[in-house]
């Protein structure tokens, strides 16, 4: 029992490792696509957006001001935050869901293997069902 908890543990780790791995490769993949491919196109969706222009005359020199329209961005930027928060908590339901769900599934596959080595052996319940089992193993004697 113990190197198969050790070999969960082991896969866990990997898991963890690549996922630290793929998140960022696949970040700057869609960076990289975007930057690339859409050549530019964030950039002028952005400046069309959130960025005003201005004519500044100085003296006979005219040149052109961009700034960025702070009341524009900050509620796009409040939306995006609220909705990346939803997007955060409705993956962890989910994940904490299912992993609820395996969890009682595999607490019951162990206790229908527990109770069927009782009905098929010579063995008191005490020695088959673990102190985590104690009330199965009552309710079984």
Same mark, same amino acid.
């Given at each position: 029992?113990? +190197?198969?908890?050790?070999?969960?543990?082991?896969?866990?780790?990997?898991?963890?490792? #690549?996922?630290?791995? %793929?998140?960022?490769?696949?970040?700057?993949?869609?960076?990289?696509?975007?930057?690339?491919?859409?050549?530019?196109?964030?950039?002028?969706?952005? +400046? @069309?957006?959130?960025?005003?222009?201005? +004519?500044?005359?100085?003296?006979? +020199?005219?040149?052109?001001?961009?700034?960025? #329209?702070?009341?524009? $961005?900050?509620?796009? $930027?409040?939306?995006?935050?609220?909705? %990346?928060? %939803?997007?955060?908590?409705? *993956?962890?339901?989910?994940?904490?869901?299912?992993?609820?769900?395996?969890? #009682?599934?595999?607490?019951? $596959?162990?206790?229908?293997?527990?109770? @069927?080595?009782?009905? @098929? *052996?010579? $063995?008191?319940?005490?020695?088959?069902?673990? *102190?985590?089992?104690?009330?199965?193993?009552?309710?079984?004697?």
């Amino acid at each position: 029992m113990k +190197t198969k908890g050790r070999r969960n543990k082991r896969l866990r780790y990997i898991r963890l490792f #690549a996922a630290l791995i %793929a998140v960022p490769l696949i970040c700057y993949t869609i960076y990289y696509i975007a930057d690339v491919f859409f050549n530019g196109a964030f950039v002028d969706w952005f +400046t @069309h957006r959130f960025v005003y222009e201005q +004519t500044v005359y100085e003296g006979e +020199t005219a040149y052109v001001e961009r700034q960025i #329209a702070w009341n524009v $961005l900050k509620p796009f $930027l409040a939306k995006v935050f609220l909705l %990346a928060a %939803a997007f955060f908590a409705l *993956s962890l339901a989910f994940v904490s869901y299912f992993s609820q769900k395996r969890k #009682a599934e595999k607490l019951l $596959l162990d206790t229908s293997r527990k109770i @069927h080595q009782y009905m @098929h *052996s010579e $063995l008191e319940a005490e020695e088959i069902f673990p *102190s985590e089992y104690a009330q199965v193993s009552t309710q079984i004697v």
